[in-house]
């Protein structure tokens, strides 16, 4: 039987984040990323975790009735140490992830908005948040006691390689693999014949799946230090569109886990997308990226710096509340944790 959970929901531009910070059971390990791994299972994957009772809770929240297919969420745990003022599990309907910058810009402002975080009315808070890749920094913008926007510090982002031919259905396209967190593979909607638009969704799913599968056993998805980050998470298909006064503007969508859709930019996705526009020498260090998604909603990027690691980028978006929930499971309901579609 499952207690009652209560849940904070926010969305960043367009993509929900669903925050669970009480009632959770006791999970084991010492930093985010063995939690990560404990809640995994022995023989569990990314997005084929072993059961368990916090599998139960994603479960339960991921699924309709109570959610749906496209939902996205963290389970808030202690950081690795006092540095931080929170941990994190993203979850999604397939599983867990390694990272979520769209997640991130929702923690941060939930942090200030619930007076977690101190932070002045008027001026920044910064939010450090353990996450399974590493560190990050959510840089919360306030303006006459109100949060406005959220500014989400990466972990540093390496390219693994350019141009890995891949052979579809829809033709033969070359890929970019870039380490942000979690592994992206970028490619051109235009040389598979797409459009990022709402009306190729089927389309872009199935491609993104194909992509993804297709790169199951590519040597340089395999992350150099951390095997736990290892493989493609996320698939992104990005056009071009006209630059801005401010610089290069392009449209994206991403297809994650087992073909799940970000309403978003995508976080983490924009800064692999940044490294790889800075590494082909169109994108400079401070230069703004606007980046779109595929229902219009933008997040803005740049390249603030390099680390021995990659390229270090920040990414700005917007996070709203969009409900409060305590959810429930009754005994004798017998559709359990619920279902997908």
């Not at 510090?153 to 970019?176: E, F, L, M």
């Not at 095997?227 to 994650?256: A, C, K, M, W």
Request: with cysteine.
């Amino acid at each position: 039987m499952i207690a009652a959970i209560e849940t904070v929901d926010y969305h960043a531009a367009g993509e929900p984040f669903r925050i669970v910070s009480r009632g959770l059971p006791v999970i084991a390990g010492d930093t985010v990323a063995e939690r990560r791994a404990i809640v995994l299972g022995a023989g569990g994957t990314a997005t084929a975790p072993r059961p368990g009772p916090l599998d139960d809770i994603r479960r339960l929240l991921t699924r309709e009735p109570r959610g749906h297919g496209g939902m996205y969420g963290g389970f808030v745990v202690p950081p690795d140490d006092d540095e931080a003022h929170l941990g994190v599990l993203f979850w999604h309907k397939d599983g867990y992830s390694t990272a979520c910058g769209h997640g991130t810009i929702a923690l941060g402002a939930w942090a200030v908005d619930s007076g977690r975080v101190a932070a002045p009315a008027d001026g920044t808070a910064r939010v450090y948040i353990d996450v399974p890749s590493g560190r990050v920094t959510a840089i919360v913008h306030r303006r006459a006691g109100r949060t406005t926007a959220v500014t989400f510090r990466n972990v540093p982002t390496g390219i693994a390689a350019r141009k890995i031919p891949v052979t579809t259905s829809r033709g033969p396209v070359q890929v970019d693999l870039a380490h942000s967190g979690a592994c992206y593979a970028s490619v051109s909607a235009t040389s598979l014949g797409l459009a990022v638009t709402p009306d190729r969704l089927t389309e872009i799913t199935a491609i993104g799946r194909e992509i993804r599968a297709a790169l199951a056993d590519e040597p340089a998805t395999r992350h150099p230090d951390d095997p736990r980050l290892s493989g493609v998470y996320g698939v992104i298909l990005h056009e071009e569109l006209p630059d801005t006064g401010t610089g290069l503007h392009q449209r994206n969508v991403t297809v994650f886990a087992d073909g799940q859709i970000d309403r978003s930019p995508c976080g983490s996705g924009t800064s692999a997308r940044l490294a790889l526009l800075a590494d082909g020498g169109r994108i400079a260090t401070g230069e703004e990226l606007r980046h779109e998604s595929i229902i219009g909603t933008v997040f803005t990027g740049k390249v603030v710096g390099t680390h021995p690691a990659g390229v270090l980028t920040e990414v700005t978006g917007t996070a709203y509340r969009t409900g409060e929930h305590r959810f429930l499971l009754d005994a004798d309901d017998t559709l359990g944790t619920g279902f997908l579609l």
